[in-house]
């Protein structure tokens, strides 16, 4: 097999491997060639063949087993955000908003008439443009703001990586990390360099510590940091800004997703002389996971590659999805509704925390649509005997970057749920930690 296996750099070894794999004479399970054999055979050095095979792992596309080798991925489902698909569980594990607390669009679509928009006009429409500039200035001490719209969050942190990165690059991620953010750079082929997060944000050693590795971008989080809640402080979003002071071309995104329902006031890592940098703000969380649209301000010379990556594809978001969208954030009643929203999902979060403390088991809440729950046990232990009782629930390994030890979080989705099933719920996780207490005995005992 290894005279298969073509190509000269990094990139061309892996795109010979992934064209292998495409035509099915590499199939999942098969064994690569050992890095030393491969590297002789194509008279390449070793550490080419080592980047190569890093650049297949990152994509998910191979596995390294120690000394089973590396070997062709096995194709499974990676966890996404939302419903559990074919599950007659209760799923607590969503990380929806609640459907009833989402704005009704029917009273402002009558204000979206207008004439149509053609090629080559502006691609923000004129009223959301002033609204947002006002929106995205405030709180970030950037001078020179440029403003983008994109079909969502996940679509602007895509293509500001890609304007700025090439494959195999280096980007901070915060750990334990959202999801779509672990599949962007996966997908992107990008090296994933971990930074731990407490509970006032990204830690000032770990982003030092990512820095020193390389990194060519830093996404983060300064609000209801998902799955934890943790919120940036301005003590510590002083201290992080001081340690990228010297790195003012790294580029920063910060994905400010919980935005107008956040409890939490707004820390930015964005210093006024930082060169590269973009601030993500989506409606998502308040007008509805199907409103796709994002704000991005950021820097000129960003915002204008940013640009040139929409210009391949949807040049614009639609004129029409901007025009409801700023119907609904200029509404009085809906900006009314959207802070009671934010408030009933930091009520229902602390209620149902105080639930588990009466059960015994104890738990901060941060700020988000999540709880990020404690356990003196692993997750997936706890995980499946909450389904033996009927609530699918989200382990924490899901969402973790580095380390083999198994997570003992929980990520729950419980502001949707009554007081019953709150009740219920908070009783039976107490119970599935007990279970799995008492498996774990046996199992040291046996």
């Known amino acids: 097999m290894t005279s298969d296996i073509r190509g000269r750099s990094a990139t061309e070894i892996a795109d010979s491997v992934r064209a292998l794999i495409e035509r099915s004479r590499l199939r999942a399970g098969d064994a690569l060639p050992p890095v ?57 594990g969503t990380g929806n908003p609640d459907p009833d607390l989402i704005p ?91 930074v731990p997060v407490d509970d006032e944000g990204m830690t000032v050693t770990g982003l030092r510590a990512a820095l020193e590795q390389g990194v060519r971008a830093v996404v983060h989080t300064p609000r209801a940091q998902n799955p934890t809640g943790a919120s ?3 003590g510590r979003a002083a201290l992080l800004r001081d340690v990228l002071r010297d790195h003012p071309y790294v580029l920063v995104i910060e994905d400010d997703h919980f935005s107008m329902l956040s409890q939490q006031p707004f820390h930015s890592l964005i210093s006024p002389d930082h060169r590269r940098w973009a601030l993500v703000r989506s409606v998502s969380k308040f007008l509805g996971p199907d409103m796709c649209l994002a704000v991005t301000a950021s820097d000129p010379e960003t915002a204008e590659r940013l640009a040139m990556r929409l210009t391949p594809g949807t040049t614009w978001v639609s004129h029409l999805l901007q025009r409801l969208t700023h119907a609904l954030v200029t509404d009085a009643a809906t900006a009314a509704s959207i802070r009671r929203a934010g ?26 649509l999540n709880l990020w729950i404690p356990l003196p046990v692993p997750a997936r232990a706890v995980s499946e005997q909450l389904m033996r009782r009927g609530w699918l629930a989200r382990p924490g390994d899901e969402f973790v970057l580095a380390g083999d030890e198994p997570s003992h979080r929980l990520r729950l989705t419980v502001h949707d749920l009554d007081d019953a099933a709150a009740g219920q719920l908070a009783a039976d996780l107490a119970a599935a930690v007990a279970a799995a207490r008492g498996r774990a005995r046996v199992r040291e005992v046996g």
Do not use: K
């Open 36 to 92: 030393r054999s491969l590297a002789d055979e194509l008279g390449v050095n070793r550490n080419t063949v080592v980047a190569a095979y890093r650049q297949l792992t990152q994509a998910g596309v191979v596995v390294t087993r120690g000394r089973g080798g590396t070997r062709v991925a096995e194709l499974s489902p990676v966890a996404q955000e939302g419903f559990a698909a074919d599950s007659v569980l209760r799923d607590v």
């Open 104 to 194: 009704d669009i029917a009273p402002a679509l009558a204000s979206m008439a207008g004439r149509p928009v053609l090629y080559g006009e502006p691609v923000i429409d004129p009223a959301l443009e002033g609204w947002a500039r006002d929106w995205m200035s405030d709180g970030l001490a950037a001078e020179d703001l440029r403003l983008t719209i994109t079909s969502g969050a996940a679509d602007a942190v895509e293509r500001l990586l890609a304007q700025a990165l090439t494959r195999d690059d280096a980007v901070a991620l915060e750990d334990p990390c959202f999801l779509t953010s672990i599949h962007t750079v996966r997908i992107g082929g990008y090296r994933p360099v971990p």
């Open 232 to 234: 940036l402080s301005a």
């Open 343 to 368: 408030a009933h999902y930091a009520a229902r979060n602390e209620a149902f925390l105080a639930r588990l403390r009466a059960h015994g088991l104890d738990a901060d809440a941060g700020d988000g």
